[in-house]
């Protein structure tokens, strides 16, 4: 069975996602939890369902005892499913190739460092753009820069607010990250 860690910051409903989705089988299970926050939701998820967390600050990310910790879980995929910290170079090139971002915009559009969560979407509406999406893509030492694996498009009409915009994005991501995450371990 694949082992899937994953790296999250807030609320974790794409985490959520990907824990259903693969509960249903036995191809992949998430066996470990990383978050830099102390009060994120993610949290919340990993204690309901019986799998194991690690909170990390600024300088634990760099160690090597992290990689380390990462590597006792034998992980076929490192998942950033909204995590807001640079992943430091060190750790790319320990798993390289091996760690997917899910980014709320159509990179290379709306990318890049300061461009997360709310930010994206209200800069997608202020520049009123008829599209939106997600952009699934490889982690490389560049923010939003790694090879892209996956997009895909909503519309964006003109009543919608970056709330709304919101909403129509993370059902895209709860629909496909997991989708492709199945797709690269077949693969
Ligand atoms: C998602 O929109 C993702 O694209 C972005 O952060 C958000 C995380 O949402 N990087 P959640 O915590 O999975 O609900």
Redesign the pocket.
Known sequence: MHSLIIF??????????IIEYFKAGNRAKVSLIVSNKQD???LGIAKRENIPFHIIDKDTIKSVEFIDLLNTYNPSLIV?????WKIPDALVAQFNNKII????SLLPKYGGKGM??QH?HEAVINASEKESG?TIHYVNNEYDKGNIILQAHCNVSSTDDANKL?DK??QL?HYYFPLAIDYILKS
């Not at 807030?10 to 996602?17: D, F």
């Not at 950033?80 to 807001?84: E, I, N, T, W």
């Not at 971002?101 to 709320?104: M, S, T, V, Y």
């Open positions: 999250a910051s807030g609320r974790g409903s794409n985490a959520e996602k994120a939701g993610v950033l499913a909204g995590f807001l971002n899910i980014h709320p997360y969560g994206v997600i919101a994005v993370h991501e």
